[in-house]
């Protein structure tokens, strides 16, 4: 596609179930980022990939988080037993990773808002 | 650690009017910098960026971001401002060596524009 897309867009669960979220790169993108946005905050970095490879988790808030990529295009940010102070919009980047002066620009997605009850 | 603050919660400017919004940073070496616009409901748009040279860089839609190292600043700047303009503003540092990693956001300051 033409750019980042991310489904849902919204997305509300009860406290303690498990969410997914998905996000659809740039097509030909090798590295993935994942962010997170609470209400009147700016984004805050959770993982980032290099095709399938996570090579670094380090903001990932608790051991409920998990991200995958397993083919090194499309990546899953799943949520498990949620808390409400997990509600927050999840954006995802995605950038070429080619080297020289388009490095490091990365594109986001529209965000998927989610609301824990 | 990289940081980045942006001292204005909110401002408002009246249409045609000039606007200034500052960025400070704090990194050890030549940081890449950022800035990016969202609009409500959407993703983060691009405005421009900074890698090298030119401290002065132009971005898209009428802005421009002066890089002054002395300061630690990044200040987006527009000469005249519309309606569109309309938004949130984020100021974003990235390492400078390396391939792809992390963004750090400043906390934002949101333009509402009056008649």
């Known amino acids: 596609g033409a750019g980042v897309s991310q489904s849902p867009r919204y997305k509300v669960a009860k406290r303690g179930q498990d969410v997914a979220l998905r996000c659809d790169p740039i097509?030909?993108?090798?590295?993935l980022f994942w962010y997170q946005q609470a209400l009147g905050q700016g984004p805050e970095f959770l993982t980032y990939?290099?095709?399938?490879?996570?090579?670094?988790k380090s903001g990932l808030p608790s051991d409920r988080f998990f991200a995958e990529r397993p083919e090194g295009s499309v990546s899953t940010l799943k949520i498990q037993r949620t808390q409400q102070e997990d509600s927050a919009v999840y954006l995802c980047?995605?950038?070429?990773?080619?080297?020289?002066?388009?490095?490091?620009?990365?594109?986001f997605g529209a965000g998927t808002r989610l609301s824990v009850l | 650690a990289q940081s980045v603050t942006q001292p204005d919660i909110h401002i408002t400017v009246s249409e045609g009017a000039s606007l200034e919004l500052r960025c400070n940073y704090s990194?050890?070496?030549?940081?890449?910098l950022f800035w990016y616009v969202q609009s409500p409901g959407q993703g983060l748009q691009l405005l421009l960026k900074?890698?090298?040279?030119?401290?002065l860089v132009q971005g898209i839609k009428g802005f421009e971001a002066e890089f002054k190292r002395s300061q630690s600043s990044f200040n987006l700047r527009k000469p005249s401002v519309h309606w569109s303009d309309a938004a949130e503003y984020f100021c974003?540092?990235?390492?400078?060596?390396?391939?792809?990693?992390?963004?750090?956001f400043g906390t934002g300051t949101r333009l509402t524009i009056i008649p």
């Open positions: 097509s030909g993108h090798v590295s």
């Open positions: 990939f290099q095709n399938e490879a996570q090579l670094d």
């Open positions: 974003a540092v990235g390492p400078s060596n390396f391939g792809n990693e992390k963004l750090t």
């Open positions: 980047a995605s950038s070429l990773d080619s080297g020289g002066f388009a490095k490091n620009i990365q594109y």
């Open positions: 990194y050890g070496a030549t940081p890449y």
């Open positions: 900074y890698f090298s040279g030119d401290t």
